[in-house]
Nanobody, 122 residues
Framework: QVQLVESGGGLVQAGGSLRLSCAAS????????MGWFRQAPGKEREFVAA????????YYADSVKGRFTISGDNARNTVYLQMSSLKPEDTAVYYC???????????????WGQGTQVTVSS
């Protein structure tokens, strides 16, 4: 069981940037991968990005590829989502998740944070 707390959300103008953070605690050694998902009002939760703590490949949804970057600080047990060239359609609650593998499937992540709101104005 891993506890996750997101932070860094807020209001930003279209074209701007924002960095989200997710601090992990508890049994972090049992989770090899971290992911970011988002959910907008009236829409299903969707995959954004994923990575492994050990490094290697990162994975992104086509909608954010080239604009968002996922990274981790192993010493701080913190994962980040750097968001650039933000669009109004990026507006959503962003959630971080921990699990055994980096996957686009939310179902495969065992631990979730409470979410942080990101609002992009035009």
């Amino acid at each position: 069981q891993v506890q996750l707390v997101e932070s860094g959300g807020g209001l930003v103008q279209a074209g701007g940037s924002l960095r989200l953070s997710c601090a992990a605690s508890g049994r972090t050694f049992s989770s090899r991968a971290m992911g970011w998902f988002r959910q907008a009002p009236g829409k299903e939760r969707e995959f954004v990005a994923a990575m492994y703590w050990s490094g290697g490949s990162t994975y992104y949804a086509d909608s954010v590829k080239g604009r968002f970057t996922i990274s981790g600080d192993n010493a701080r047990n913190t994962v980040y989502l750097q968001m650039s060239s933000l669009k109004p359609e990026d507006t959503a609650v962003y959630y971080c998740a921990a699990g055994p593998r980096a996957t686009t499937k939310a179902k495969e992540f065992a631990s979730w944070g409470q979410g942080t709101q990101v609002t992009v104005s035009s």
